[in-house]
């Protein structure tokens, strides 16, 4: 990968990159200074004369993602480096950014990602064929064959490709088509949030960046919205460098680059992205630079402005009027020839679409809240409500359960506009009409929650009282949001319109008055020639030309049912003047006020950096219907290492071993069972630690044992530290007619099987946990000599049964598991205790379990015997 970016980008080329990358950023902030100081007038004259659109209905939350995340989970991921793909541990944060980790437990401790993604610009593709067509147009005259496979061979048949003109591409898959739509949506979510623009509470830099950004490219001949108009500000302008640089580099490397077709892609794709990250370096150090000299001479405009306000509006007013005079006469015939016809279909066009994505959002937080008060009547309580209000309260950010909603816009279709108006696609409008789609849900479900809390706060109420307050609330946010909803697409039409025509009217009149407009700059003091920019007054008369005819075609469009558009005349003002006063209140945090807030929330996970707060996921985890979890489903662990259960599984585990065994009396003998690995973290202790078996045994072979641990010294003289006994013997079944055999054939059975006990050591020992073996003539002795009291025991009691005990100082006798096996010690972790009777609360002897009667054994006659095993612990 190295060896074809350094071939083909030497240091010649990455010098003319860096000087071209120079010049257009130098020339972008040039008109970039200019347009900061008409922002920043601008932004007083607003907060000294006041104004603004009217008040909503609906609260607004300021910082909806507080201590949450998105989503987070596992995907396969195709690494370049190696050629491979690995499981990687992908978590999506409230900034929206993906990162993944080389595993969960990486995350969790707040170590360095691997990788993180900025979706600015990136497209989110299913299938490879979507990503072949894409690809195919990346080297001019070198298309693949049909049915030829890309170059990344997809580990299964779900793949999602993150696809970028000029960045990197990223590869990832999945094992089902439930976790493929899933991710798709969280991913589409990703793209959709970082193209959203810049923000809007920079009331200075960001009104300065877009109209540079803007006439910069009008300069250029580029007129019309801008697909990679997305992003951070450097990013924005390594994309305005890579529009003109990227065909260039492209049209003097591609017919130098060698091999298949498919290989061929690959190495540009590879240098593209090498290219995209030198330019996005640069314009990150440029634009900062540009900024801070911007923001230094901000306090003395600010006190010109101040000082010389009214003078320069006046100044302003008089070059208006006669530039008006000028341009208008053209501009209205332009308008009534070439835009008014295609106005109604333009409109039409982009309504349809968005109030039916509008409207299903409505649905879905009405069939929500439905559901909450079904709960509720059933018995639920307020615990229950309390429940369902955690999930619902970022319903908005849900990309699964909103993926409906963001469907119906998709269907938005400019198809024979786009070519007349210079529109290069409608996915501006698309991704600009769901993010408010979603504020929107944002804003109601806030809303429903502070009038629910507020009705709740202080009363006691039954089933029948709470699900009729949930539907009083319910009905008070709906018409709030119908409202509310009416005015955010009125506005959306009319910004959309301004967008597709204005560009086109300035393309067309540009050429007509660009010799005549200098001769206005002389009219303009000199002091308030740097707020007052002829360009920027020619394109608000151009706009105030068109912006009458775009009012009426909204307000003849809102007379229509079909759109469900509330007619200007009607002004809700002051409808519910308390209700903003809670708007001022802090969240309401459901689990603490109404479930105790002992209960942790269903997918929390901790946050980078944040180890003391646990951040409450969005999107639950992925759980496939009808079927167990999958060996390497997306909330698993990266394949080849052990499976270690979370917090969940360690309490289920327990419950479990809390549970009493029912007595069964099996008419066969269970087969051997085969030793699992390991499925709790009290399992993996265990078999940790050394494992003996007891038997019983002379004076001189007694090991001394305090307090349950201690030292014992194996043949080749080393010592060995023991601290779990285990006394492991068989169990005799009274109803079973197959154990009733002979004394001779058990006798048989053990000296050419062995024990079942001895097999799953064997197996444990296998898998690598840890024993202590040991061998020689005293260790068959002993075994000889448990042999023959076995056959005793069977003769004098008929098959009585024997049980199984367990001495583990450190914890307390635990009854056995439901599905512990009658061959021996459970693999769980968790031992039976020797009798039912026993006293927890006291310290317990061992027993004789050996003989006929329950007799206390002198601890002189113990003895410990290691069994034979592995060799390499001894080596150790």
């Given at each position: 990968?190295?060896?074809?970016?350094?071939?083909?980008?030497?240091?010649?080329?990455?010098?003319?990159?860096?000087?071209?990358?120079?010049?257009?950023?130098?020339?972008?902030?040039?008109?970039?200074?200019?347009?900061?100081?008409?922002a920043l007038f601008n932004s007083v004259?607003?907060?000294?004369?006041?104004?603004?659109?009217?008040?909503?209905?609906?609260?607004?939350?300021?910082?909806?993602?507080?201590?949450?995340?998105?989503?987070?989970?596992?995907?396969?991921?195709?690494?370049?480096?190696?050629?491979?793909?690995?499981?990687?541990?992908?978590?999506?944060?409230?900034?929206?950014?993906?990162?993944?980790?080389?595993?969960?437990?990486?995350?969790?401790?707040?170590?360095?990602?691997?990788?993180?993604?900025?979706?600015?610009?990136?497209?989110?593709?299913?299938?490879?064929?979507?990503?072949?067509?894409?690809?195919?147009?990346?080297?001019?005259?070198?298309?693949?064959?049909?049915?030829?496979?890309?170059?990344?061979?997809?580990?299964?048949?779900?793949?999602?490709?993150l696809w970028h003109p000029y960045a990197?591409?990223?590869?990832?898959?999945?094992?089902?088509?439930?976790?493929?739509?899933?991710?798709?949506?969280?991913?589409?979510?990703?793209?959709?949030?970082?193209?959203?623009?810049?923000?809007?509470?920079?009331?200075?830099?960001?009104?300065?960046?877009?109209?540079?950004?803007?006439?910069?490219?009008?300069?250029?001949?580029?007129?019309?919205?801008?697909?990679?108009?997305?992003?951070?500000?450097?990013?924005?302008?390594?994309?305005?460098?890579?529009?003109?640089?990227?065909?260039?580099?492209?049209?003097?490397?591609?017919?130098?680059?060698?091999?298949?077709?498919?290989?061929?892609?690959?190495?540009?794709?590879?240098?593209?992205?090498?290219?995209?990250?030198?330019?996005?370096?640069?314009?990150?150090?440029?634009?900062?630079?540009?900024?801070?000299?911007?923001?230094?001479?901000?306090?003395?405009?600010?006190?010109?402005?101040?000082?010389?306000?009214?003078?320069?509006?006046?100044?302003?007013?008089?070059?208006?009027?006669?530039?008006?005079?000028?341009?208008?006469?053209?501009?209205?015939?332009?308008?009534?020839?070439?835009?008014?016809?295609?106005?109604?279909?333009?409109?039409?066009?982009?309504?349809?679409?968005?109030?039916?994505?509008?409207?299903?959002?409505?649905?879905?937080?009405?069939?929500?809240?439905?559901?909450?008060?079904?709960?509720?009547?059933?018995?639920?309580?307020?615990?229950?409500?309390?429940?369902?209000?955690?999930?619902?309260?970022?319903l908005a950010f849900h990309p699964v359960?909103?993926?409906?909603?963001?469907?119906?816009?998709?269907?938005?279709?400019?198809?024979?506009?786009?070519?007349?108006?210079?529109?290069?696609?409608?996915?501006?409008?698309?991704?600009?009409?769901?993010?408010?789609?979603?504020?929107?849900?944002?804003?109601?479900?806030?809303?429903?929650?502070?009038?629910?809390?507020?009705?709740?706060?202080?009363?006691?109420?039954?089933?029948?009282?709470?699900?009729?307050?949930?539907?009083?609330?319910?009905?008070?946010?709906?018409?709030?949001?119908?409202?509310?909803?009416?005015?955010?697409?009125?506005?959306?039409?009319?910004?959309?319109?301004?967008?597709?025509?204005?560009?086109?009217?300035?393309?067309?009149?540009?050429?007509?008055?660009?010799?005549?407009?200098?001769?206005?700059?002389?009219?303009?003091?000199?002091?308030?020639?740097?707020?007052?920019?002829?360009?920027?007054?020619?394109?608000?008369?151009?706009?105030?030309?068109?912006?009458?005819?775009?009012?009426?075609?909204?307000?003849?469009?809102?007379?229509?049912?079909?759109?469900?558009?509330?007619?200007?005349?009607?002004?809700?003002?002051?409808?519910?003047?308390?209700?903003?006063?809670?708007?001022?209140?802090?969240?309401?945090?459901?689990?603490?006020?109404?479930?105790?807030?002992?209960?942790?929330?269903?997918?929390?996970?901790?946050?980078?950096?944040?180890?003391?707060?646990?951040?409450?996921?969005?999107?639950?985890?992925?759980?496939?219907?009808?079927?167990?979890?999958?060996?390497?489903?997306?909330?698993?662990?990266?394949?080849?290492?052990?499976?270690?259960?979370?917090?969940?599984?360690?309490?289920?585990?327990?419950?479990?071993?809390?549970?009493?065994?029912?007595?069964?009396?099996?008419?066969?003998?269970?087969?051997?069972?085969?030793?699992?690995?390991?499925?709790?973290?009290?399992?993996?202790?265990?078999?940790?630690?050394?494992?003996?078996?007891?038997?019983?045994?002379?004076?001189?072979?007694?090991?001394?044992?305090?307090?349950?641990?201690?030292?014992?010294?194996?043949?080749?003289?080393?010592?060995?530290?023991?601290?779990?006994?285990?006394?492991?013997?068989?169990?005799?079944?009274?109803?079973?007619?197959?154990?009733?055999?002979?004394?001779?054939?058990?006798?048989?059975?053990?000296?050419?099987?062995?024990?079942?006990?001895?097999?799953?050591?064997?197996?444990?020992?296998?898998?690598?946990?840890?024993?202590?073996?040991?061998?020689?003539?005293?260790?068959?002795?002993?075994?000889?000599?448990?042999?023959?009291?076995?056959?005793?025991?069977?003769?004098?009691?008929?098959?009585?049964?024997?049980?199984?005990?367990?001495?583990?100082?450190?914890?307390?006798?635990?009854?056995?598991?439901?599905?512990?096996?009658?061959?021996?010690?459970?693999?769980?972790?968790?031992?039976?205790?020797?009798?039912?009777?026993?006293?927890?609360?006291?310290?317990?002897?061992?027993?004789?379990?050996?003989?006929?009667?329950?007799?206390?054994?002198?601890?002189?006659?113990?003895?410990?015997?290691?069994?034979?095993?592995?060799?390499?612990?001894?080596?150790?």
């Open positions: 990968m190295g060896d074809v970016i350094s071939t083909h980008l030497d240091e010649g080329k990455r010098e003319m990159i860096t000087a071209r990358t120079r010049q257009l950023t130098g020339e972008f902030g040039h008109v970039y200074e200019q347009q900061y100081a008409v004259r607003f907060k000294i004369e006041g104004g603004g659109e009217p008040q909503s209905q609906l609260l607004h939350r300021k910082n909806p993602l507080e201590d949450h995340s998105i989503f987070s989970g596992g995907l396969f991921q195709y690494l370049e480096e190696n050629k491979r793909w690995r499981n990687r541990f992908v978590f999506v944060a409230d900034t929206y950014n993906i990162s993944f980790y080389e595993n969960k437990v990486a995350h969790e401790r707040s170590l360095r990602p691997k990788g993180t993604i900025n979706c600015a610009g990136y497209k989110a593709l299913t299938s490879m064929e979507e990503y072949l067509e894409l690809i195919n147009t990346s080297l001019p005259g070198i298309k693949a064959k049909v049915g030829s496979g890309p170059f990344v061979k997809c580990a299964t048949q779900f793949p999602l490709i990197r591409h990223h590869y990832f898959c999945v094992l089902t088509e439930k976790e493929q739509k899933k991710w798709h949506a969280v991913l589409q979510d990703c793209v959709r949030h970082s193209n959203n623009g810049l923000s809007e509470e920079c009331r200075v830099q960001t009104p300065a960046f877009t109209d540079a950004m803007r006439l910069h490219r009008q300069a250029q001949g580029h007129y019309g919205t801008w697909d990679m108009m997305c992003g951070g500000p450097p990013q924005i302008l390594a994309n305005l460098v890579m529009e003109t640089l990227h065909p260039e580099l492209r049209n003097l490397i591609g017919p130098r680059l060698k091999g298949k077709i498919q290989q061929r892609q690959r190495n540009w794709m590879l240098i593209s992205e090498a290219v995209y990250k030198q330019v996005l370096s640069q314009t990150q150090a440029q634009y900062e630079a540009l900024v801070q000299a911007c923001e230094v001479q901000t306090s003395r405009l600010d006190a010109v402005l101040r000082t010389d306000m009214d003078q320069i509006i006046t100044s302003k007013e008089h070059v208006s009027g006669k530039i008006r005079a000028l341009v208008l006469p053209r501009a209205e015939q332009l308008l009534r020839v070439s835009v008014q016809p295609f106005l109604s279909s333009i409109l039409e066009a982009l309504m349809e679409p968005t109030s039916r994505g509008f409207s299903e959002v409505r649905d879905v937080f009405f069939r929500e809240l439905v559901e909450v008060s079904k709960n509720t009547l059933n018995g639920g309580g307020k615990d229950k409500l309390a429940e369902h209000m955690e999930k619902i309260s970022m359960k909103m993926q409906s909603c963001y469907e119906k816009v998709e269907q938005l279709n400019l198809e024979g506009l786009q070519q007349r108006f210079d529109v290069s696609s409608p996915s501006v409008f698309i991704q600009r009409a769901q993010i408010l789609m979603r504020e929107q849900m944002d804003n109601a479900v806030y809303t429903f929650e502070h009038l629910l809390h507020q009705s709740l706060e202080g009363k006691v109420q039954g089933g029948e009282d709470l699900c009729k307050t949930i539907h009083c609330c319910q009905d008070r946010v709906l018409k709030k949001y119908d409202y509310d909803s009416s005015t955010v697409r009125k506005k959306f039409f009319r910004e959309a319109l301004l967008q597709i025509i204005i560009p086109y009217m300035l393309k067309q009149l540009s050429p007509s008055f660009h010799l005549d407009l200098p001769r206005f700059q002389e009219l303009i003091f000199e002091d308030f020639s740097q707020f007052i920019l002829v360009e920027n007054v020619f394109e608000e008369v151009v706009l105030q030309s068109v912006t009458k005819d775009i009012m009426m075609a909204v307000k003849e469009a809102a007379v229509h049912k079909k759109h469900n558009l509330y007619r200007d005349s009607m002004i809700l003002t002051n409808s519910d003047p308390n209700l903003h006063l809670l708007g001022e209140n802090p969240s309401v945090d459901w689990a603490t006020q109404f479930r105790g807030g002992n209960e942790e929330p269903e997918g929390a996970l901790g946050g980078g950096g944040q180890s003391s707060r646990r951040r409450r996921q969005v999107v639950s985890m992925i759980q496939l219907d009808e079927m167990g979890p999958l060996p390497y489903e997306s909330c698993l662990e990266v394949p080849g290492v052990d499976f270690i259960p979370e917090e969940g599984e360690i309490e289920e585990v327990e419950v479990k071993a809390q549970e009493p065994k029912e007595q069964e009396t099996p008419t066969e003998p269970h087969p051997p069972k085969e030793p699992d690995s390991p499925d709790s973290v009290q399992e993996i202790c265990y078999h940790s630690k050394p494992v003996v078996e007891m038997v019983s045994a002379s004076e001189e072979d007694l090991a001394v044992l305090t307090n349950g641990t201690g030292t014992l010294t194996l043949e080749d003289g080393k010592e060995e530290e023991v601290t779990l006994i285990t006394t492991v013997v068989e169990e005799t079944h009274r109803k079973s007619p197959q154990w009733m055999r002979a004394p001779q054939e058990v006798n048989k059975q053990l000296v050419e099987t062995g024990s079942p006990d001895q097999e799953a050591e064997g197996g444990l020992q296998e898998k690598g946990e840890a024993a202590i073996e040991g061998k020689g003539e005293e260790d068959e002795a002993a075994i000889k000599n448990a042999i023959q009291e076995i056959e005793i025991a069977v003769q004098e009691e008929d098959g009585e049964r024997i049980t199984e005990c367990a001495v583990d100082s450190d914890a307390e006798l635990a009854p056995p598991l439901a599905d512990s096996s009658p061959w021996g010690h459970d693999d769980s972790g968790f031992q039976p205790p020797t009798n039912e009777a026993l006293n927890e609360g006291k310290a317990q002897p061992i027993m004789d379990a050996l003989k006929t009667e329950d007799t206390v054994v002198d601890p002189g006659e113990v003895v410990v015997v290691l069994e034979p095993g592995d060799t390499a612990l001894h080596n150790e």
